[in-house]
């Protein structure tokens, strides 16, 4: 079965500090996609990143980093000084053949 | 368009009216998949379009529920007799590629629906 977990419900940070959103996953598929998507206030799903299964290469784009790794079935994403902007529902997705299944989502609120 | 496009944005029907809800994918992009977000809770697949095929409807939670894409772009989610657990937004995505794991997945903004 493939399943999504993102434990922390709600996050509130200061403007500036770091924040690590956390991602668990479950899946029997040996190749695989993981997603992180952003939603505002506006509702649209905004894309972020896209890693396969194969590939546990930690990647940064800009003050976005993501940490891959399938020995802890995670896949967590790290803002680093975070801005009011960020403030939004995270959501992590695994990709299935033809969907993507994703977790029940972490609300930041970055303060001023 | 740029990206995905929905409509309506925002509809409130009443309970026992058939709702239908219009996707309009990114120019050229292969697959098309609908997903239903309650409150507060992630998206959850309900269909999924390659072209014109709906190769899985798997997600469809009843018979109620009816979607459909002719002609491999436009698409429509139907909802016959409304209940009041239809509420939700209803997010169309769409993918350039047609293979079995789908390349990035672009979202539209979503249809809100509000049955009273």
């Known amino acids: 079965a493939q399943k999504v977990t993102q434990a922390q419900t709600e996050i509130s940070v200061v403007e500036k500090e770091d924040v690590t959103l956390d991602c668990v996953y479950e899946t029997r598929d040996t190749t695989y996609y993981l997603f992180w998507y952003k939603q505002p206030p506006s509702g649209e799903l905004v894309f972020l990143i896209r890693r396969n299964s194969f590939d546990e290469q930690n990647e940064i784009s800009g003050r976005y980093s993501w940490n891959f790794q399938k020995s802890t079935s995670s896949f967590n994403f790290t803002i680093t000084a975070s801005q009011v902007v960020d403030s939004a529902v995270y959501f992590c997705a695994l990709g299935g053949a033809n969907n993507l299944f994703f977790g029940t989502g972490t609300r930041l609120t970055v303060i001023p | ?116």
């Open chain 2, 1 to 116: 368009g740029a990206g995905v496009s929905q409509s309506p944005r925002y509809k409130v029907a009443k309970r026992g009216q058939d709702v239908a809800l219009r996707c309009d994918p990114i120019s050229g992009h292969v697959s098309l998949f609908w997903y239903q977000q309650a409150l507060g809770q992630g998206p959850e697949f309900l269909t999924y379009f390659q072209n014109e095929a709906q190769l899985d409807k798997s997600g469809l939670p009843s018979d109620r529920f009816f979607a459909e894409r002719p002609e491999g772009s436009v698409s429509t989610l139907k909802i016959q007799r409304t209940q009041q657990e239809d509420s939700a937004v209803y997010l169309c995505a769409s993918s350039s590629t047609g293979t079995a794991f789908p390349d990035s997945i672009y979202f539209g903004e979503g249809s809100w629906l509000t049955v009273v």
